[in-house]
C-alpha cells in the first residue's frame, strides 16, 4: 500500500490496518493457547513471564468471579464501542489520527471481542512483574487499546483551541 493509495482509500486502508490487527492479536493468542497449558508460566526475562491465564472479567479481572451474566455484558459493550468507534472512524468527516487510533481501538476491542463470543472469556499471556509483584496478565489486544487511548489523551492535551462557530454579541450585524 502506497500513501497515495491510503489517501484515496481511507476506509479500506482503515479497514484492513483493523484486520491485520486482530488477525496478529488472535494469532499470538492462539499460539500461546497452543504452547502454554492453562495456568502455566514460561520465564522470559526477570521482569517478563509468558503465561497462559483466561480472564472472564475486563481490565484488572474486573467482575471476573461475577457468575457468568458479566459474560453478556462484556460482550454487549465490546459491540457498541467498537460499533460506534468503527462508524466514526468510517465516516467522512474523521480527522486521520482519530481514524487511525480508532482502529486500534476497533482491532483491540475486536479481538477481545472474539475470545469472549468464542471462549467466554479473554486470553491473556503476557505476565510483567518486579520481584513478586505481577501486573494483570494482558494480550496485544489490551495493548493496542490502551495505547489508541494514551496517544488521543495526550495529542488533546496538545490540541490548539478550537475557534468558537457561533459569533459573539459584538460579531453580530447591528
Known amino acids: 500500500m502506497t500513501a497515495g493509495w491510503t ?10 490496518i483493523v484486520a491485520t490487527l ?6 499470538t493468542k492462539s499460539y500461546f493457547s497452543s504452547t502454554l497449558e492453562l495456568g502455566e508460566a514460561v520465564r522470559v526475562t526477570d521482569w517478563l513471564n509468558f503465561v497462559h491465564v483466561l480472564n472472564e472479567g475486563a481490565a484488572f479481572s474486573f467482575l471476573a468471579d ?3 451474566w458479566q459474560r453478556w ?5 465490546s459491540v457498541l464501542v467498537v460499533g460506534v468507534v468503527s462508524m466514526v472512524c468510517l465516516s467522512r468527516q474523521a480527522e486521520p489520527l482519530d481514524r487511525w487510533l480508532g482502529a486500534f481501538v476497533a482491532g483491540g476491542g475486536g479481538g477481545n471481542l472474539v475470545d469472549r463470543v468464542q471462549i467466554g472469556a479473554v ?11 505481577h501486573w ?12 489508541s487511548a494514551l496517544t ?4 488533546s492535551l496538545k490540541a490548539p483551541p478550537r475557534q468558537p462557530t457561533r ?4 460579531e453580530l450585524p447591528p
Request: aromatic share 20%.
Open 123 to 133: 486470553v491473556d499471556f503476557l505476565d510483567f512483574h518486579w520481584r513478586s509483584i
Open 73 to 77: 455484558f462484556f460482550i454487549g459493550v
Open 66 to 68: 461475577a457468575g457468568g
Open 22 to 27: 486482530l488477525l496478529l492479536d488472535q494469532f
Open 167 to 170: 459569533k459573539t454579541a459584538e
Open 152 to 155: 488521543w489523551c495526550l495529542v
Open 136 to 147: 494483570p496478565a494482558f494480550n496485544l489486544a489490551d495493548v493496542f487499546i490502551v495505547c
Open 7 to 16: 489517501q484515496r482509500n481511507p476506509r479500506w486502508a482503515w479497514l484492513a
